[in-house]
């Protein structure tokens, strides 16, 4: 079902803040700025190797990010595997008595559709799923 570790989610306050670190002391490449409307939130996409960094920065003060960062400060806010069919794999964690925040899916950032396991069924972990958009 996962193919591979898509991405790891930060939780920022700023990515005009946040970005320099990742961009230029760590020297990550930089895939973009993009804004996630339906999720409230700005997403600098960062690729390292095959994997990915995500900074997220809430654009209101209601989003998930926003409350997350209120709750825990800056850090990992999730962790996202690829996999080939995002609606299988929901079928699946569902079948396997998994509890789905997304029981359908939803628009990512980048052209993805993704889906969040719940963190009581992921030992407290937000867990995404990603389908990549074609290449």
């Not at 930089?30 to 190797?49: P, S, T």
């Not at 359908?104 to 407290?124: D, L």
Request: proline share 4%; net charge negative.
């Amino acid at each position: 079902m996962l193919t591979k570790i898509n991405h790891i989610g930060v939780a920022v306050s700023s990515l005009d803040e946040s970005l320099p670190f990742y961009r230029d002391r760590l020297g990550m490449a930089f895939m973009g700025v993009e804004e996630v409307a339906e999720q409230k939130v700005r997403v600098a996409m960062l690729e390292i190797g095959e994997s990915k960094i995500e900074l997220l920065e809430p654009t209101a003060g209601d989003s998930p990010v926003a409350r997350f960062l209120e709750k825990n400060g800056p850090g990992i806010h999730h962790l996202a595997y690829e996999v080939v069919d995002v609606e299988a794999a929901i079928a699946k964690m569902l079948a396997d008595g998994a509890r789905m925040i997304d029981e359908t899916p939803r628009n990512g950032a980048h052209g993805t559709r993704i889906a969040f396991i719940h963190p009581k069924s992921s030992g407290n972990i937000l867990t995404e799923l990603c389908q990549v958009a074609h290449r």
